[in-house]
């Protein structure tokens, strides 16, 4: 596989009401290959959506650098943003809010067309006609209002509009969080479905681990904006490397795996906290039951533990 996007040393803060500086992101090194779909999870406001939009350039203000296909990307222009959609897009969590109650089905899908000045009028609208289809809907569907479908069906017409352009990667932002969960699978393999057929490359963002495993090549666990561990889908969910890790998957009530099931008791923890800036030591050791004055004091570099698995914890060789 070729690296399709790689982030480095991203960081992004906010600042609140004027004063507290919230650190979002801190020092975000991640690289997703060509034809994968990389998982990202973790609590809420561990930076997973944050993240997501530094890359499709809604927050272009950042420290450090990413690249696409090799190439540096400058999202703070305009023009370039505009140029990097057509390789890119999103699918977002709320099928309701993320469509325009006041334009029909075949405008909404059609929009990213006609704002990139894709195709004549008529050959949009047999391409409109192809993306229904390609996501279980019907052609007599364009005509219609977002208020007439159900959330199943609004999420499926927002993954047609993502897909107008035929982009190389979709990010999808807790896809299914805001569905029934008799839509969630539906949806969920209709995701899968189109990636195998298409190439596509996904970067799924989730707190829920059943699905994450399910859809996922490579899984990347989040902690206050930082990348605590990412490797291989079985190795994260078998062999869990960092203790926060090993804390979301024992939160985990049940998963189906073919190689070994995994469950576990819902582990009692505080809610994440904030972030109010650098971090000195391991931004987990305040919830680690392993931690060590070193782990207080000095912040552990995210380094390969095993090929391909990689965790950011002093102790991670040591398999406690």
């Given at each position: 596989?070729?690296?399709?996007?790689?982030?480095?040393?991203?960081?992004?803060?906010?600042?609140?009401?004027?004063?507290?500086?919230?650190?979002?992101?801190?020092?975000?090194?991640?690289?997703?290959?060509?034809?994968?779909?990389?998982?990202?999870?973790?609590?809420?406001?561990?930076?997973?959506?944050?993240?997501?939009?530094?890359?499709?350039?809604?927050?272009?203000?950042?420290?450090?650098?990413?690249?696409?296909?090799?190439?540096?990307?400058?999202?703070?222009?305009?023009?370039?943003?505009?140029?990097?959609?057509?390789?890119?897009?999103?699918?977002?969590?709320?099928?309701?809010?993320?469509?325009?109650?006041?334009?029909?089905?075949?405008?909404?899908?059609?929009?990213?067309?006609?704002?990139?000045?894709?195709?004549?009028?008529?050959?949009?609208?047999?391409?409109?006609?192809?993306?229904?289809?390609?996501?279980?809907?019907?052609?007599t569907h364009a005509g219609r209002f977002p208020n007439e479908f159900s959330g199943g069906q609004r999420q499926r017409i927002g993954?047609?509009?993502?897909?107008?352009?035929?982009?190389?990667?979709?990010?999808?932002?807790?896809?299914?969080?805001?569905?029934?969960?008799?839509?969630?699978?539906?949806?969920?393999?209709?995701?899968?479905?189109?990636?195998?057929?298409?190439?596509?490359?996904?970067?799924?963002?989730?707190?829920?681990?059943?699905?994450?495993?399910?859809?996922?090549?490579?899984?990347?666990?989040?902690?206050?904006?930082?990348?605590?561990?990412?490797?291989?889908?079985?190795?994260?969910?078998?062999?869990?490397?960092?203790?926060?890790?090993?804390?979301?998957?024992?939160?985990?009530?049940?998963?189906?795996?073919?190689?070994?099931?995994?469950?576990?008791?819902?582990?009692?923890?505080?809610?994440?906290?904030?972030?109010?800036?650098?971090?000195?030591?391991?931004?987990?050791?305040?919830?680690?039951?392993?931690?060590?004055?070193?782990?207080?004091?000095?912040?552990?570099?995210?380094?390969?533990?095993?090929?391909?698995?990689?965790?950011?914890?002093?102790?991670?060789?040591?398999?406690?």
């Amino acid at each position: 596989m070729e690296p399709l996007l790689q982030l480095e040393h991203v960081s992004k803060g906010f600042t609140i009401m004027g004063k507290q500086r919230i650190q979002a992101l801190e020092d975000v090194n991640l690289l997703v290959m060509k034809g994968e779909t990389l998982g990202i999870v973790g609590e809420s406001g561990c930076g997973k959506s944050t993240l997501a939009r530094v890359i499709m350039g809604v927050y272009p203000k950042i420290e450090g650098s990413l690249y696409f296909h090799g190439e540096k990307l400058d999202l703070r222009r305009r023009k370039h943003r505009l140029a990097f959609a057509r390789k890119v897009q999103m699918v977002f969590q709320d099928p309701y809010s993320s469509l325009n109650p006041r334009i029909t089905v075949g405008d909404i899908v059609a929009e990213n067309m006609v704002i990139q000045n894709k195709l004549t009028k008529k050959e949009r609208e047999a391409r409109v006609f192809e993306l229904l289809e390609s996501v279980g809907l019907q052609k007599t569907h364009a005509g219609r209002f977002p208020n007439e479908f159900s959330g199943g069906q609004r999420q499926r017409i927002g993954i047609a509009r993502a897909l107008a352009l035929n982009p190389e990667l979709l990010i999808c932002d807790e896809p299914v969080a805001a569905l029934d969960v008799s839509i969630q699978s539906q949806i969920m393999n209709l995701l899968k479905g189109l990636g195998k057929e298409t190439g596509l490359t996904y970067i799924f963002i989730a707190h829920d681990m059943n699905m994450v495993h399910y859809l996922s090549d490579r899984v990347a666990v989040m902690y206050l904006g930082h990348i605590m561990e990412i490797g291989r889908t079985k190795e994260i969910y078998t062999t869990p490397l960092h203790p926060y890790t090993r804390l979301l998957l024992e939160s985990v009530l049940s998963i189906e795996s073919r190689e070994q099931p995994i469950s576990g008791k819902r582990a009692e923890a505080d809610e994440i906290p904030l972030s109010a800036g650098p971090v000195k030591g391991c931004p987990f050791a305040g919830r680690c039951k392993f931690a060590e004055e070193r782990c207080m004091n000095e912040k552990p570099a995210l380094e390969e533990i095993s090929d391909g698995h990689l965790a950011a914890c002093h102790y991670a060789d040591q398999n406690r």
